[in-house]
Structures are given as structure tokens and as C-alpha cells.
């Protein structure tokens, strides 16, 4: 009998392969075999896909089937290659028609009944499938929505194995299409005008939307650090069509997309809780890493509520992706790579007993010192701006002052923004965090008047190099929300106090 060929996906992190898929039957004692470094769940697909042809009134041969993957040198799991085994093998049998199954790229877990089960990396898989030049997609019917959002391939959903065999006899009203897109709905952020007092903790929120900061809130419990925190998507543009797409892309990868509507439109927020591991939060797993925590939240904001009761490994293990914008894991089965560009935001206690007033507190000193030393220097020394929460003193507005909206502090959170993209469009950078230091210092480099502080920082070994860069990032915001066109001495010493008072 001819072979047949099909074509499905392997997904590595966020980066896919094309895989052809290769059914030839006879030349043996009747069984089924998988070659191409199939994982144990998809060595199991052999037993489903058997009982699901049967089901859905087809013959399965009763001789040798051998379904060749390629490229054979490529670890590949899963269950998502069912639907394209099926119909290679009724292909190869001469039970269906070859003509459609070219080009056409098939997703789906086959149920032992023949009904198509959802799986993760649609999104991703169909990017795919895309860049190879395949041209139509077949996906399980609850994915459709999330496959809609690839251009450039011609997308059907399907419900059952038959609707599929039924497609490839001509039948192409078998397969469903997908509801025209529509715009994701807008998401209720909490607004800032809900905080009580903390003028420094919420000015410092601002300047961290406004360029791209991490952010430690230190301060007693009840004064607001998680509510401020909660509010930091709310002050942030919403995302582009190219970031949404890779955001999507994670989260389907994670299985945490929304079914009714899977773009990611809006900046994600993330909030690990203490206890979780090390895998949880970087990404990890056994055979090829899955994403974690930092990279859920890629273009949006990771919040570490409660930083000092995180593990010390935990922490540390953030280090590389605050610098780099992306993890890479090794696994058994080869080294994936997922974006991990965030937001951090940390917020802790100043000691383990936190009383509501500082000189209420029972900790010695060694205990104090133990406790904030979780947060080492080399993980401080990346975050941009630190803040201390003031305890509050009445709920009250006696003054009658009512504080900023989310909705007036976003404008100007967009108006900077707007003016550091000019500034590094031609970079392809979009916020001032995003600047490295060379690129500072030789090409916008300030005054030495204005940079006096900073030097003197320098010089006595209060603030690192890597410190000194973040200032001037931290200072080229300043000027942004103040719409001027470079930053003073003003700016830098209030950057320089961001990080460290006694410096300032």
C-alpha cells in the first residue's frame, strides 16, 4: 500500500515545529508502532486512536502500521497528535482520500470514542504550522476561537473524528468555521482612587508604570502595599497585537487561557503565593520545561506579595530573567526558552512581628537582619525604586482632598511613555527600563552638574554600576512625566533617592 503523509506540531517552549507524520502499513505481524522519539504519552496514542477509528465506524488494518515522525531527532510528546495519526493511517489504508490531508495541519487528543478534545499550544502550534507554509488547520471546536487568532491559514474546528473523515471525502460544510473576531472585553481594574494617603508610595507607582521599574514596597501590614500593587495593571497601556500574541501564545502553552475569549489584550497580573517552588515560579517540569509564573506574566506585572517569606532560591532564581527578559530551562530533553519580561513588584513587612507602629516591634536585631536579608543585594540592586509605606492615621478625608483616579494618573503614565518610545524608536525599545547603560551614557549621556550626585555615589561605593544605570533610567522618567526634554539634577537625586535616601 502507498504511504500516507500528515501533518501536525511540536511545541519547544514557545517556538514550533513542523511535523510530518508517515503511515505505512504492512511487512509484519499486525501491530502498531511509533517511531521519532515518541514520549510515553504519545506512545499510548496507539491504543486511542485504534479504539477511536473503530468507534467511528472505520476498519483499523489488521497488519503492521508503522507512523514514521519527522524530524525523527526531535523528542516529541503529547497527546495532541491523535486526529493526524487517524488519518494517516485511513489514508494509508485506502479508506479516505489523500488530497486534502496536504497541507493541512491537524491538532487534537483523540477520546476512545472519537470525539476531539482540546489541547495546549494551539496558538503557537498553528505560528507553526504558518511558517512552514502549510495552508489549512483542523482543530478541536473549543480551540476555534484561539486559532482564529493566526492570519494567514484557512481554520476549521471539528467536534468528532468522522466530521473530520467526512471533510476529507469533500464534505466541507463537516467542518466548522470560526464566529468573526471580536474585541476582547474590557477588563475592571481596581482604581487607585479606593488607596488611603501613601502620596510617596502612590507617586512612586506612577513613575514605575510610567517607565517599566520594578518596585519594593516596604511597610507594616494594612497600610495598603497589595492594594497599590493590585493597581499597577490599571495605569498601563493596553497591550500591542504583537505582544498580546505572545502572551496568548504562553498562556495557551500554560492552559490558562479563557475559552470565550483567549487574546490576552491587557497587561497579565500574576501573584505567586510564598510557598511555591522553584519550577512554579521560573518554569520547569520533566522532559521539556513548561512555563512558570515570570513568564505568565510577560508584558504585564509579577507581584511577590509578602517577599520575605519566599524562599531564598526562589528569589534568587529571578535574577537572570530581570535582566535578560526571557528564561531559559534545560530539561532532559532539551532547552526551551519563554519571554519573562515583567513588572516586579515586591511587598513586605519590615520585620516578622510587623506591628502596625515601628516602635511597637518585639524583634531583635539579628532577627530583623535575618528576616530582610532574604532580599539579597544582588536582587535589590535590579529593582528601581523602593518606597517606605507610612502607617495610616485617619481613614478620613478631613481635608477634603479627594485622591487621583486610576484614569487621570494613566494619562500621564501615557503621555511619558509616549515620549520615551519617540525617543528609542529607533532602537525598537518602548519604555526607559528597556535602555541599557551604554546606550545611556554614550549617546544621552548628562551634564556632569547634573550627574555630581550620582558620581559621589559612585565613589564612596553606595550605589553599583548596574545601580548608576538604573538611576539614569530611573531619572529619564522623571523628566518624561515632567515633560521636559532631559533630565536635571533634580531628577537624578530624586532617582538616586528611589534607591537609597542616605545617598541623596
Not at 514557545?14 to 505481524?29: K, N, Q, S, T
Not at 482564529?148 to 474546528?157: K, Y
Not at 484614569?407 to 528597556?434: C, D, F, P, S, Y
Not at 545601580?467 to 533610567?473: E, N, Y
Request: with cysteine; hydrophobic share 45%; net charge neutral.
Amino acid at each position: 500500500m502507498p504511504l500516507a503523509r500528515a501533518w501536525s506540531v511540536a511545541l519547544f517552549g514557545v517556538d514550533g515545529v513542523a511535523v510530518e507524520i508517515e503511515a505505512d502499513i504492512g511487512g509484519g505481524r499486525p501491530r502498531t508502532q511509533i517511531v521519532g522519539l515518541p514520549d510515553a504519552s504519545l506512545n499510548e496514542a496507539k491504543e486511542r486512536v485504534r479504539a477511536a477509528v473503530r468507534n467511528s465506524q472505520r476498519a483499523w488494518p489488521e497488519e503492521l502500521v508503522t507512523l514514521a515522525l519527522s524530524p525523527a531527532a526531535l523528542p516529541k510528546g503529547g497527546s495532541g497528535y491523535d486526529v493526524a495519526l487517524a488519518c494517516a493511517v485511513l489514508v494509508a489504508a485506502g479508506l479516505e482520500p489523500a488530497e486534502r490531508l496536504d497541507k493541512t495541519v491537524l491538532m487534537g487528543e483523540l477520546a476512545l470514542d472519537g470525539r476531539i478534545r482540546t489541547v495546549r499550544g494551539v496558538l503557537p502550534g498553528l505560528l507553526a504550522a504558518r511558517k512552514a507554509q502549510l495552508r489549512r488547520a483542523i482543530v478541536p471546536v473549543q480551540a476555534l476561537p484561539e486559532a482564529a487568532l493566526v492570519t494567514g491559514l484557512e481554520v476549521f474546528g471539528a467536534e468528532h473524528l468522522t466530521e473530520v473523515l467526512h471533510w476529507l471525502r469533500g464534505e466541507s460544510e463537516a467542518l466548522r468555521r470560526p464566529e468573526p473576531h471580536s474585541a476582547p472585553p474590557q477588563t475592571e481594574a481596581p482604581d487607585l482612587v479606593d488607596v488611603v494617603g501613601q502620596p510617596e508610595a502612590r507617586w512612586a507607582l506612577e513613575v514605575a508604570a510610567a517607565g517599566g521599574h520594578h518596585l519594593l514596597m516596604t511597610g507594616p501590614p494594612g497600610t495598603g502595599k497589595t492594594m497599590l500593587a493590585q493597581r499597577l495593571p490599571g495605569l498601563l497601556p493596553s497591550l500591542t497585537l504583537d505582544q498580546a500574541l505572545e502572551v496568548t501564545a504562553i498562556h495557551s502553552i500554560a492552559g490558562i487561557l479563557a475559552p470565550e475569549s483567549p487574546l490576552v489584550a491587557f497587561p497579565p497580573f500574576i501573584a505567586p503565593h510564598h510557598t511555591c517552588s522553584v519550577p512554579a515560579l521560573v518554569g520547569g517540569g520533566v522532559g521539556l520545561a513548561r512555563p512558570g509564573a515570570i513568564s505568565h506574566s510577560h508584558n504585564g506585572v509579577l507581584l511577590l506579595d509578602e517577599a520575605c517569606e519566599f524562599a531564598p532560591d526562589r528569589l534568587e532564581a529571578l535574577r537572570t530573567a530581570l535582566e535578560e527578559g526571557e528564561i531559559r530551562l534545560a530539561r532532559r530533553d532539551g532547552v526551551v526558552r519563554y519571554p519573562a519580561r515583567f513588572q516586579l513588584v515586591l511587598a513586605t513587612n519590615p520585620c516578622p512581628c510587623a506591628p502596625p507602629r515601628e516602635f511597637d516591634c518585639t524583634c531583635t536585631p539579628h532577627a530583623k537582619r535575618r528576616y530582610t536579608a532574604r532580599l539579597s543585594g544582588p536582587l535589590l540592586d535590579r529593582v528601581d525604586l523602593r518606597v517606605r509605606m507610612r502607617p495610616i492615621t485617619a481613614l478620613s478625608r478631613a481635608d477634603g482632598v479627594v485622591p487621583e483616579s486610576t484614569a487621570v494618573v494613566r494619562k500621564r503614565v501615557a503621555h511619558a511613555r509616549a515620549r520615551a518610545a519617540e525617543r528609542w524608536k529607533k532602537h525598537g525599545w518602548l519604555t526607559n527600563a528597556q535602555a541599557p547603560g551604554p546606550i545611556l551614557r554614550r549617546e544621552y549621556g548628562l551634564p556632569r552638574n547634573a550627574t555630581a550626585l550620582l558620581d559621589h555615589g559612585l565613589d564612596v561605593g553606595a550605589v553599583t554600576a548596574r545601580g548608576a544605570d538604573r538611576c539614569l533610567r530611573v531619572s529619564w522618567t522623571l523628566a518624561d512625566l515632567a515633560e521636559v526634554e532631559q533630565p536635571t539634577a533634580d531628577h537624578v537625586a530624586a532617582a538616586l533617592e528611589f534607591r537609597d535616601r542616605r545617598v541623596a
